[in-house]
């Protein structure tokens, strides 16, 4: 089954459009999961790639985000329970002593979006909560936030309590927002830095793919 | 309206290479340029300098009020570095910025209080940032309430109302202004103050976007702002706008910036 014409309706986020789509692949008998991979992950990996070029913005991928949730909604009854194939596990939040949510938010909604789950801390996270969220959830990847130079140092606080707490070799490590930058990330020991939303995505499937 | 230029942030590549050479003139040649242009306040950050900040805040400070006599916008939520930079500043710095997050109101209010300044007060509350419009006011007037309280005067707080990205939530826009025009309309006194980037993240053609947003932010009662006075184009915004709202008194000093010059030429 060709899927391009779903992927076209979530790129240009025609949610009635998708929605209908969606419903006409199951009507068909497709595959849920095959719906899931080259309908809907398939048209967000190329909605990240246009917004890393800068030849889509972001209230254009918020709303292709919107869309594909409506989507992955009418698919989501027709997966019997835990057979949803997860791409990963990612633990994200904004540092310790840092509010701001809305790059952090984006990230996680197009990583979301390309078929990893995450689990959003929130923001003013302490190291202490990084440190148990990845005890507990046994990540693939940590995602760390900052916005603000002074909350920067939050994020070397946190990978230092994690390999206190014997976890650093079990989750790696990626960064970002407005004032990091990949010097930083490597000062600080952390495995990934991602300049936005979409490059996140090819950082996070580089990491899984690199095992 | 007091226009406060943002370009010698460290947060900037250019300006981070300078600072951390220490070369003086470069930091002084933008310092001079924002002041020709118009800024009536340099501000000033090194905030991605981390530990150095309280070295390289006041070694900024004395760099640019030896070129150009202005006060300064001391730009860090950092006591240590705000009180160095303080101790060299000449006149009267505004401090930029407490916030009712309780550690950094704590840490700052004895800064602010006990040292002749004019401080930015950040609409930003201890557990969350604010939406609307009426959370901004309520947060800006338990600010303006405490610092009053422990002294200031409320011509020498200026409310930052907390902008935010159009691009995120097409309400931002508007609960911004509204702000604004509350903050105004209830501390008569009080000044307003909004960097302008911030409204047009994630969205292309942002110059256009920050200078209309400007117009309309001074209509709304803005009296200061924190942005580029280098760009031409959102400087002739300013002067029209500034003429349209009955503030420039025979038009003359939009008149005057033309013949100056200092209009794009396409304007």
Redesign the interface.
């Known amino acids: 089954m060709d899927f391009t014409a779903l992927s076209e309706t979530i790129i240009k986020g025609n949610m009635d459009g998708a929605v209908k789509e969606t419903q006409k692949a199951l009507d068909a008998g497709s595959d849920p999961q095959q719906i899931l991979d080259q309908g809907l992950i398939a048209a967000m990996d190329v909605v990240g790639e246009k917004f890393s070029q800068g030849t889509m913005f972001v209230p254009q991928m918020l709303r292709s985000a919107k869309t594909m949730q409506a989507c992955v909604a009418l698919l989501k009854p027709q997966f019997q329970a835990g057979t949803v194939s997860s791409k990963g596990k990612i633990i994200m939040g904004t540092v310790k002593g840092d509010l701001h949510d809305i790059g952090k938010n984006l990230v996680a909604m197009m990583l979301e979006g390309a078929g990893f789950t995450i689990v959003d801390l929130g923001v003013d996270v302490a190291p202490e909560a990084f440190v148990k969220a990845v005890a507990d959830e046994a990540p693939q990847i940590l995602g760390m936030s900052a916005l603000l130079s002074t909350t920067m140092p939050s994020m070397k606080a946190t990978i230092e309590a994690l390999k206190q707490a014997g976890h650093r070799d079990k989750v790696k490590i990626m960064i970002g927002g407005a004032p990091v930058t990949s010097q930083f990330a490597k000062e600080i020991g952390a495995d990934r830095y991602a300049p936005d939303a979409g490059s996140a995505v090819s950082e996070a499937k580089g990491v899984l793919a690199a095992g | 309206m007091i226009i406060v230029g943002e370009k010698i942030n460290?947060?900037r590549k250019a300006i981070a290479e300078a600072v951390g050479k220490k070369d003086a003139a470069a930091i002084q040649a933008v310092a001079r340029a924002q002041a020709d242009a118009g800024a009536q306040y340099i501000d000033v950050n090194a905030?991605?300098f981390?530990e150095q900040e309280k070295v390289l805040l006041p070694w900024l400070v004395e760099t640019v009020q030896e070129a150009v006599d202005a006060p300064l916008c001391l730009d860090?939520?950092?006591p240590e570095a705000l009180k160095e930079a303080m101790a060299v500043h000449k006149g009267r710095p505004l401090i930029n910025s407490i916030s009712l997050?309780k550690?950094r109101y704590d840490a700052l209010l004895p800064v602010v209080a006990e040292n002749p300044c004019k401080v930015v007060a950040l609409c930003?509350a201890q557990?969350?940032?604010p939406t609307t419009a009426d959370e901004r006011i309520a947060v800006g007037a338990e600010l303006i309430e405490k610092l009053t309280s422990a002294g200031m005067a409320l011509e020498d707080i200026f409310v930052d109302p907390l902008v935010?990205?159009v691009?995120?939530d097409v309400r931002m826009g508007p609960a911004v202004l509204a702000a604004i025009a509350g903050i105004a309309e209830r501390f008569p006194g009080v000044g307003t103050i909004c960097g302008l980037s911030n409204i047009s993240?994630?969205?292309?053609a942002r110059r256009l976007i920050n200078r209309h947003f400007l117009g309309l932010a001074l209509a709304h009662g803005l009296s200061a702002a924190i942005c580029d006075p280098t760009d031409a184009e959102l400087m002739s915004a300013l002067a029209a706008v500034n003429m349209m709202l009955g503030r420039d008194e025979y038009c003359a000093e939009f008149i005057d910036a033309y013949e100056k010059g200092l209009f794009s030429k396409h304007a």
């Open positions: 460290t947060s905030g991605t981390l860090s939520p950092a997050e550690d930003m557990a969350a940032m935010q990205p691009s995120v993240f994630g969205l292309p």
